[in-house]
Nanobody
Framework: QVQLVESGGGLVQPGGSLRLSCAAS????????MGWYRQAPGKQRELVAS???????MDADSAKGRFNITRDNAKITMFLQMNSLRPEAMAVYYC???????????WGQGTQVTGSS
């Protein structure tokens, strides 16, 4: 079993910044891909960015140039630095970890990013 704990969401003004964290624990293989997804009201969940255990990253077009995904391999923790946040970025952000060796993936509970006026 794998547990994912997200933190760092909250209120932010458009144009502001937030840093999300996701800590993984449990039976995690040495090969994994962790990713951030988001889901806004009435919309499908979409991939924002992902990072592998060897540091290979992938950013969605909406994240390029403004978001930065990093990880701490020793702690199996992933971070998402979000800058210049736009209104369309306000959503629930979910952490995901994919374990190819086990053919499984797991989700966190989500952390809310809300725009403030």
């Amino acid at each position: 079993q794998v547990q994912l704990v997200e933190s760092g969401g909250g209120l932010v003004q458009p144009g502001g910044s937030l840093r999300l964290s996701c800590a993984a624990s449990g039976s995690i293989s040495s090969i994994y891909v962790m990713g951030w997804y988001r889901q806004a009201p009435g919309k499908q969940r979409e991939l924002v960015a992902s990072i592998s255990n060897v540091g290979t990253t992938m950013d969605a077009d909406s994240a390029k140039g403004r978001f930065n995904i990093t990880r701490d391999n020793a702690k199996i923790t992933m971070f998402l630095q979000m800058n210049s946040l736009r209104p369309e970025a306000m959503a629930v952000y979910y952490c995901n970890i994919r374990l190819p060796s086990f053919g499984r993936d797991y989700w966190g509970q989500g952390t809310q990013v809300t725009g403030s006026s």
